[in-house]
């Protein structure tokens, strides 16, 4: 849009990353997230280590920029 994003729309989408990456850091009780069942590989370790954390941090930020 010219001019800029509006607040709401820029705070809804703010918000809807947010839920995406929340959903993510809990993940599908299978492969991803925290309560993931398959252990031991080597995507499983990355997972516990780096990408389940970040996504967690990432989803605070996003819901702290969404909530202003």
Not at 36 to 41: A, C, D, E, H, L
Not at 56 to 66: C, D, E, K, R, T
Request: hydrophobic share 55%; net charge positive; glycine share 14%.
């Amino acid at each position: 849009l010219p001019g800029g994003t509006p607040l709401l729309l820029a705070r809804v989408g703010c918000g809807g990353m947010a839920l995406v990456l929340t959903a993510r850091t809990v993940g599908d009780f299978r492969l991803v997230g925290v309560f993931k069942r398959t252990r031991g590989t080597a995507f499983a370790f990355w997972d516990d280590r780096a990408f389940t954390p970040l996504c967690a941090a990432l989803a605070l930020a996003s819901f702290a920029v969404a909530l202003g």
